[in-house]
């Protein structure tokens, strides 16, 4: 979608000449000779960007700049003026100005401002819609599940989100809880960032500097400053997820931040408040990790301070039918769009991979499912019972040749949709084209 701009200048050949100069660009330039026009066009569009005279008779620019601003804070305003009057461009800024130009100017500087601005407006949507994703995501309402453990969860997230308190999530992975930390956020800080680190998947070097944010040449390769997930946290919440996979190190800087609630990037000398709220999780028995000296004491008291547990699925299974219903509608389709003997086969399965499992389950057999209800044929073999050792090389008097598992997996993707090769293709990981060829190089039947 092009960038919206109103030109406002009582000379109408300055208003013809920028216009032109616009027009072979990715906008949509509309003009005013007069304040008064400008203001009326505004009411009836919505402009990204009000480039305008300061010097006008009726309302001046600086008029114009006052009631845009005023009602519709988003929109940018650009000043131009034919007088370097130092005082009125201070006096503009203050008033909500983006910058202001002195004519007569390049049109490639205009151009210039003009990106700049439209950038501007951009990322400032899509921070928007991102705070608007991490809201609906995070919504405590996304929790499902009406089992007594889960009222507990519920009934515990809003009490801690009344207080500052650190929490410490307790999970097996998959049980969510990223979803728990992110739903304290939305509940006590959600006008302020989220950020999540996932402590496991870094290693100890890449970690600290995630974490403190480091300055321009303190390491090879440090090229320029770059902020922390603690600094960028600012005064929202920092979900540290798999604390317990820490190195010692990591751990004493850790708890030298909460101990002092402050910190310094790498290489830096200047000290910075920490503000945010810290929300930690981990699937390791911490207090036996503790025992171990594999994770300190101190800092294991500084996290501990309002420990959260969440259920594995197969302690909670009154929850898998809600859950199936959620994911349904996620996918778009009818909450009960699930045959009974399908239901069954996943209320028994005991949920090694706990939600996370199950949602990957839902999603595929939809998938398999197309417009249809979900079949028990249309889940994931495992949860059929089933168990698949044709790839793995156990003692068999001979190992099947190439061309013969092909065929196998062939076939029984066929079987599973219903002699449907663009499904089949998918189910594969390959194209229906390749499919076809395939089938007609292994001799199987195509019609």
Not at 140 to 146: A, L, P, Q, R, Y
Not at 328 to 338: C, F, K, N, V
């Amino acid at each position: 979608m092009p960038g919206k701009i109103l030109i406002i200048d009582d000379e109408k050949k300055m208003c013809v000449v920028l216009k032109t100069a616009l027009e072979n660009t990715d906008l949509s330039v509309t003009t005013a000779d007069n304040g008064q026009a400008a203001l009326a066009a505004c009411e009836r569009e919505r402009f990204d960007m009000v480039l305008t005279d300061i010097k006008m008779p009726g309302l001046s620019g600086l008029d114009v700049l006052q009631k845009v601003k005023s009602a519709y804070p988003e929109t940018e305003v650009l000043l131009m003026t034919a007088y370097a009057d130092t005082q009125t461009a201070v006096k503009a800024m203050k008033m909500g100005a983006y910058d202001y130009l002195i004519k007569p100017f390049e049109i490639d500087e205009l151009r210039h401002k003009i990106a700049q601005i439209l950038e501007k407006g951009r990322l400032r949507a899509e921070n928007r819609n991102l705070r608007a994703r991490i809201q609906t995501r995070y919504s405590i309402e996304n929790m499902v599940g009406k089992s007594g453990a889960m009222q507990r969860v519920y009934e515990l997230v809003h009490k801690v989100a009344e207080s500052d308190a650190t929490v410490l999530i307790y999970g097996e992975s998959g049980t969510g809880k990223e979803l728990v930390a992110g739903a304290i956020h939305q509940l006590s800080r959600r006008d302020q960032p989220f950020v999540a680190v996932n402590c496991s998947a870094l290693p100890e070097s890449l970690l600290e500097s995630e974490l403190f944010g480091h300055e321009k040449g303190a390491f090879t390769g440090a090229d320029w400053q770059k902020p922390g997930r603690f600094e960028l946290a600012a005064q929202g919440t920092l979900f540290l997820d798999e604390i317990g996979d820490i190195s010692p190190a990591i751990q004493i800087k850790l708890l030298r931040v909460l101990q002092e609630k402050e910190f310094m990037r790498l290489g830096g000398t200047q000290t910075l408040s920490l503000q945010a709220r810290l929300v930690a999780a981990t699937n390791r028995d911490l207090e036996k990790a503790v025992q171990e000296k594999i994770f300190r004491q101190d800092l294991y008291y500084r996290i501990h301070v309002f420990p959260i547990v969440l259920p594995p699925l197969r302690e909670r299974r009154e929850d898998i039918a809600d859950l199936v219903s959620h994911f349904l509608r996620q996918q778009g389709l009818p909450p009960d769009g699930i045959e009974k003997n399908a239901l069954d086969l996943l209320l028994e399965y005991p949920w090694p991979g706990n939600v996370r499992e199950l949602e990957n389950a839902v999603e595929r057999a939809s998938i398999m499912a197309g417009t249809r209800s979900i079949r028990s044929s249309d889940l994931p073999p495992h949860l059929r019972g089933e168990t698949h050792n044709l790839l793995s090389l156990e003692k068999t008097k001979r190992v099947p040749t190439l061309e013969e598992m092909e065929k196998t997996l062939i076939r029984r993707a066929l079987e599973e949709n219903d002699g449907n090769k663009s499904h089949a293709a998918k189910t594969l990981g390959i194209s229906r084209r390749q499919l076809y060829s395939k089938m007609q190089r292994l001799g199987l039947p195509i019609k």
